[in-house]
């Protein structure tokens, strides 16, 4: 096959146009950095660049307020107390991440990406802004009754959220609400340590081994509420009270006509998943009278969804509800609370829309005073006690405090050719391909746009025929491949987005993405003092093609990023060129759904709390993430017997029969490292894997392996652990 080099007579063949297309002719179309109806919110023409541009580009101030916002240096910044927050107080996301990812030898914690960080300041700020709206509403309408909310822990099960939840929540008695038997189990023991008259709620389906912990709860003084969410648990509750001498306090969780129409509606209505249909209802009533045990009914729930886009919705169902709770009142229960359920919706994207899954056109008081007036309307219709005000808004309490903070590793660089470089391409072409690479470049010269494009498509298609039948080589079709996309870029009909790899497993980490389809912020937490020149989709570690981010708020297909500058995983640059990406309000869900596609684990975590120190922030808590044995573990793999199998392999090519003891002594130490490692990219660093050029095997550093060729593996080091 003739090479590249193989020079043509380019004068002799070349068409009119063909100087100014090598000279690159100023007058061709440019290729614009980025557009899209995001960025036309800004002024993109401005030669200079401001955070505040970024943060009208990135909607930071829709989604994010009152905790997020962008910095005079560019950075992402939380605001602890939300709109309390004084400006020395505001927390800057790149400072947590220098301080999470130094070594420990120079101050830092040495831990690997990527990295939750939870804000507790802002959990809690939620719990109070919550009740802070209830109680707004409930004195303005002089409602005679209080409310008491409770979180459901499936949200978010991690121990120290629930926990921060229910020591924060307590002055609100404030309580939790459990939908399986590990779950009831968790808020059991947590409540021990909360308000006494905090609610405990016992959703889900039941067997007798769950109806008898939530008796036992309540033997226990805790203030326990079992929801029936079939007929047929009323009869398990009145078996096995009776066996305990317990006497129980039940609620009935009622199917309602109002139907949500979106995505998170299609539980609720009468043909909903869960719940007891009116006639259901009134079976329990006579079943539960006829033991004499009416008086124990006091709370009725219902659930009409998630994300709830509108309080016109809200309050038709709430007064639905609020219709059905007055009935049992006139049926003889001791009715005392309405539990209007979750549904309490997050501005996932800043339009305050309440057409779409991602947004929601009201805020906490809007939503508190709808609930409030609804019910009150029924109740003093009817003439009844106003019942205590329950809700299970999970979305809304845990989603702000949570940043979920990874790396951008590399980026695909779009395929170019110099012009200059022609004459070197047509060697090897047909007559028609060297006469549709002419046509080509004379419609290019021509501003013939359309023309351009039927003439990139039969080139290609002739090169890759040639290709396909052997007869053009793999340089001429890769030059044929960058000159289209020169006249591509030229006439402004290439694809400018590019793919930038990220350091994360989306299925671990943002699993209803993937499912669901449903869309988190996703915005650099630096450089937001630079204009982002190129727009790119997300693709993560795993081996799957649906492990990619390519929705955006807005109803964006790529997002506004910053060229790379070079990174540590084997490319230019080093520490000073990471580029961080956050994904923000994703607190609820994500850490409890994920698994283990590729055996990629959860993210490390930490907990940062507001300072008064020098930089705004403390470090209360870390954890680094799950390492490959852990995952492993998961998958009913022992890594302790697969240690001692590659051990004993390593043995028979490098032990002392071979007397290659210093490689067989750094091996068996790296590979042990291995286990007690993250599975995810390292960077370079100075306690990183770095190749060395010791037959090809890694180590962790040359003080590691020259340790390991002196001193040989011993049973302490090969268990030991190495925080990239």
């Not at 990135?58 to 005079?72: K, L, Q, T």
Request: overall charge negative.
């Amino acid at each position: 096959m003739p090479a590249l080099a193989c020079c043509v007579d380019a004068a002799a063949v070349a068409p009119p146009g063909y100087a100014a297309f090598v000279a690159g002719d100023g007058s061709l179309p440019a290729v614009a950095p980025f557009a899209s109806s995001t960025a036309a919110a800004v002024n993109s023409n401005s030669t200079h660049w401001s955070p505040a541009h970024s943060s009208a580009l990135y909607r930071i101030e829709g989604w994010g307020a009152p905790y997020f916002s962008v910095n005079d240096s560019g950075n992402i910044t939380v605001s602890p107390y939300g709109t309390d927050t004084l400006a020395h107080q505001e927390i800057d996301l790149l400072k947590i991440v220098k301080k999470v990812s130094d070594p420990k030898s120079v101050g830092g914690l040495g831990l690997q990406f990527p990295l939750i960080v939870r804000v507790p300041d802002v959990l809690k700020n939620r719990l109070e802004s919550l009740h802070s709206a209830f109680e707004s509403a409930i004195q303005a309408q002089g409602y005679e009754s209080h409310y008491q909310g409770v979180y459901p822990v499936k949200c978010n099960q991690d121990r120290f959220v629930v926990e921060d939840i229910v020591k924060f929540g307590s002055p609100f008695r404030f309580g939790l609400e459990a939908g399986s038997k590990p779950e009831l189990l968790l808020a059991m023991s947590c409540l021990c340590k909360g308000n006494p008259e905090a609610l405990l709620i016992c959703n889900g389906f039941k067997d007798a081994e769950y109806i008898f912990l939530a008796l036992l709860a309540r033997k226990l003084a805790l203030n326990t509420v079992i929801v029936l969410e079939e007929e047929e648990e009323v009869n398990l509750v009145i078996e096995i009270s009776k066996k305990l001498s317990v006497r129980p306090v039940i609620g009935v969780r009622a199917k309602l006509r109002t139907k949500h129409s979106g995505h998170f509606g299609s539980t609720s209505g009468e043909k909903g998943k869960f719940g007891l249909t009116t006639t259901q209802i009134l079976r329990v009533v006579r079943k539960l009278q006829d033991s004499g045990m009416l008086d124990c009914l006091q709370l009725l729930h219902f659930h009409i969804g998630s994300q709830i886009p509108s309080t016109t919705l809200l309050q038709a169902g709430v007064g639905e509800a609020a219709q059905i709770y007055s009935e049992l009142v006139r049926l003889g229960a001791d009715m005392k609370v309405i539990d209007i359920g979750g549904g309490l919706g997050i501005d996932y994207d800043g339009s305050k829309s309440g057409n779409s899954d991602l947004s929601v056109s009201y805020g906490l008081q809007e939503y508190a005073s709808s609930v409030v007036n609804a019910i009150k309307f029924v109740c003093d219709r009817k003439s009844i006690k106003h019942p205590i005000i329950c809700s299970e808004s999970g979305r809304a309490i845990v989603s702000h405090h949570s940043i979920l903070i990874f790396e951008a590793i590399s980026a695909s660089v779009p395929t170019a050719m110099n012009p200059v470089d022609l004459p070197f391409i047509l060697e090897g072409l047909s007559e028609d391909a060297r006469a549709d690479c002419w046509n080509l470049i004379q419609a290019a010269v021509r501003h013939e746009n359309q023309t351009c494009l039927v003439y990139i498509d039969q080139l290609k298609q002739r090169c890759v025929d040639r290709f396909k039948e052997g007869t053009l080589g793999i340089e001429q079709l890769a030059a044929v491949d960058g000159l289209c996309d020169l006249v591509s870029n030229m006439v402004d009909a290439s694809d400018p987005t590019r793919t930038y790899h990220v350091n994360l497993s989306i299925f671990t980490s943002i699993p209803d993405f993937w499912s669901i389809s449903q869309v988190f912020p996703i915005v650099p937490i630096h450089r937001l003092d630079e204009r982002p020149d190129v727009r790119g989709v997300l693709s993560d570690l795993t081996c799957d093609s649906d492990g990619k981010i390519d929705k955006f708020i807005g109803g964006e297909t790529s997002l506004p990023l910053h060229e790379l500058e070079g990174n540590g995983y084997g490319g230019g640059g080093g520490a000073n060129g990471r580029y961080y990406l956050g994904m923000f309000l994703g607190g609820a869900y994500q850490e409890s759904l994920g698994g283990v596609h590729n055996l990629f684990s959860g993210p490390s975590v930490v907990s940062v709390s507001q300072s008064d120190g020098p930089h705004s922030f403390v470090v209360t808590r870390a954890v680094p993430g799950p390492s490959c044995g852990d995952v492993l573990r998961v998958m009913q793999h022992e890594p302790e017997l697969m240690f001692e199998t590659l051990k004993h392999r390593a043995e028979e090519f490098f032990g002392q029969d071979h007397g290659d003891e210093g490689t067989y002594a750094a091996l068996v130490t790296t590979i042990a490292r291995s286990f007690h490692n993250m599975p995810y990219l390292v960077a370079a660093s100075p306690c990183s894997l770095t190749a060395m050029n010791n037959n090809g095997f890694y180590y962790s550093n040359e003080e590691d392996y020259n340790a390991a060729v002196e001193s040989g593996p011993s049973e302490d080091e090969h268990w030991s652990y190495c925080y990239a």
